[in-house]
């Protein structure tokens, strides 16, 4: 490799900020790609490691690059165009039910579609799947317990499967019975058996904007109503709207997802959740947190549980595996609490049981220490496929188009232009083999109509790329069209005033 020019009057740092430039220029270097580390470039240029680093920090301070603690330095997206965190206007919403149901439907049937590249889904795992080593993992369980793997379980699940979950609470401060959680039918129901502890039909439960078009439709199907509280692209909820909301309306409960949410990938930190969780405790109103994301986060350190800082036991914990390992599995839980007995309670009703193969199976997973190494693994790579897809739409789609830069999770916050309505070009979408989900889907008063969501959880490859192209098309195509018909009516509204003014001119003529 050649040598830095020590004899240039460029500084040393420059000239390795120049390296990292060409290198991307020619390819070698993507977005999401690690920068050779300090020592290794200190050796190649036969340069000391400061000099290396203050390149590093110039390039960070740039935002070319982040810095990842204990990883490295990796290259971020070029150009994109980040979502800012709050917008000019924010309508003050009722409390509302679910609208664009038809649509929802669509978003999940698109999912299945032979020869379609599903950008419309959201599932982390598939940028990493660990399916070899839990059908490893399945097999031996099952040659242990034979007939008991197609019997019923305890209601509240698997004891040890339990404990498990108990730990790795207790090692983030959270004081955890193994007894008092609850294992569900996946997230949903989880959330379906929170939502009845503590609200009932025509009641109104609080959740962020936009929201998860899942927890919208969960909360019509139960007869309640949901109020759509702002929220920030970087911060999540915020506690000044929330205060508001309070103030305003007969909250009877917050459904919120303060670590990771979907789909912005926003994240609150630990001081601001606690703050979130110390007002609503103060109006004694019940918060259920969605925490599926909390383990894919892109920051230095896992987000805390809002239930560590709970008082007085109004915190419901909801969370699964579905996300980060085995969506199929449809394993869940839910930390109650205060509300325990109620939430065991509906369990029994609603469901008695959930499969067991498949809680020894993950209990195993944990034990070996494999979960966690996957996790890792799978935050990496899904970071990576995170500043791709931000590069590729930065390329691809209208220059107006702006994106969020997600601090965790597995999917992109698309705003286009406001006369786009992404719903409107979804079923042409799909034609060209590609889905994705219409913002509109996830506010149940159909705000985020210009909004669209797609997923970077992709094991990634030039099928990917191309249907990121093939929306880009869409958006300028649609852009151009609608351009065009208001350029139309323009010109027959400039007529009509123009015969107006002529018909007025007679009339006074004559006159």
């Given at each position: ?7 240039s ?9 120049d ?13 999401g790609?690690k ?10 240029f ?21 810095a ?11 150009q ?7 917008p ?17 439907e ?7 579609l ?15 799947p660990p399916?070899k ?24 699940g ?85 205060s ?13 997802s ?20 110390t ?7 019940p ?16 987000p805390?549980?809002?239930?560590l ?8 914990t ?8 085995a ?27 959930t ?26 790579t ?8 931000r590069?590729?739409?930065?390329e ?46 996830f ?8 909004y ?36 139309s ?23």
């Amino acid at each position: 490799m050649k040598l830095l020019d020590k004899s240039s009057s460029a500084y040393l740092y420059q000239q390795v900020i120049d390296f990292i430039e060409h290198q991307q220029e020619i390819g070698a270097l993507q977005p999401g790609d690690k920068l050779p580390s300090l020592r290794k470039l200190s050796r190649q240029f036969e340069i000391s490691v400061p000099t290396v680093k203050q390149a590093y920090i110039e390039l960070e301070r740039q935002g070319r690059v982040s810095a990842r603690p204990q990883s490295g330095y990796y290259l971020q997206a070029a150009q994109a165009r980040t979502l800012k965190p709050r917008p000019a206007k924010w309508a003050q919403c009722k409390p509302a039910e679910v609208q664009g149901r038809s649509m929802i439907e669509q978003v999940h049937a698109a999912v299945h579609l032979p020869d379609t590249v599903a950008l419309g889904i959201s599932n982390p795992i598939q940028a990493h799947p660990p399916d070899k080593a839990l059908a490893r993992l399945m097999r031996s369980v099952l040659s242990k317990v034979s007939e008991k793997a197609v019997s019923y379980g305890p209601v509240t699940g698997d004891a040890k499967l339990r404990m498990q979950l108990a730990f790795r609470y207790q090692d983030q401060g959270v004081e955890v019975n193994p007894d008092d959680i609850v294992i569900t039918n996946g997230a949903q129901e989880a959330l379906s058996i929170a939502l009845q502890c503590v609200a009932k039909r025509g009641d109104i439960i609080a959740i962020e904007s936009p929201c998860f078009f899942g927890i919208i439709e969960l909360i019509e199907t139960l007869g309640m109503k949901a109020l759509e509280v702002y929220t920030c692209t970087e911060d999540g909820v915020g506690l000044e709207e929330l205060s508001q909301a309070i103030e305003q309306h007969n909250i009877t409960a917050c459904l919120f997802s303060t670590a990771i949410n979907n789909p912005l990938g926003s994240m609150k930190t630990d001081e601001q959740r606690q703050a979130m969780v110390t007002l609503l405790e103060l109006h004694d109103i019940p918060l259920i947190e969605d925490e599926v994301y909390s383990e894919i986060y892109f920051t230095d350190k896992k987000p805390k549980p809002a239930q560590l800082y709970s008082e007085k036991g109004l915190v419901m914990t909801c969370s699964s595996f579905s996300k980060t390992a085995a969506p199929g599995y449809r394993i869940g839980w839910l930390l109650p609490g205060k509300f325990e007995e109620q939430a065991k309670r509906i369990k029994r009703a609603q469901s008695a049981s959930t499969p067991m193969l498949q809680q020894w199976t993950l209990n195993e997973y944990l034990l070996s220490g494999d979960y966690d190494r996957h996790l890792c693994v799978l935050r990496k790579t899904l970071a990576y496929n995170c500043e791709r897809m931000r590069a590729l739409v930065a390329e691809h789609f209208p220059k107006e188009v702006c994106i969020s830069k997600p601090q965790g999770g597995s999917v992109l916050w698309l705003r286009c232009q406001s006369h786009v309505n992404t719903a409107e070009f979804f079923q042409q979408a799909l034609t060209q083999g590609v889905s994705f989900a219409p913002g509109a889907v996830f506010s149940p008063s159909g705000k985020y109509q210009n909004y669209m969501r797609v997923s970077y959880g992709v094991q990634w490859g030039e099928d990917v790329e191309k249907a990121i192209r093939t929306l880009g098309e869409l958006v300028f195509e649609y852009t151009c069209q609608q351009k065009t018909v208001l350029e139309s009516h323009k010109m027959n509204n400039e007529k009509m005033i123009n015969h107006q003014s002529n018909q007025i001119g007679k009339l006074v003529d004559k006159l």
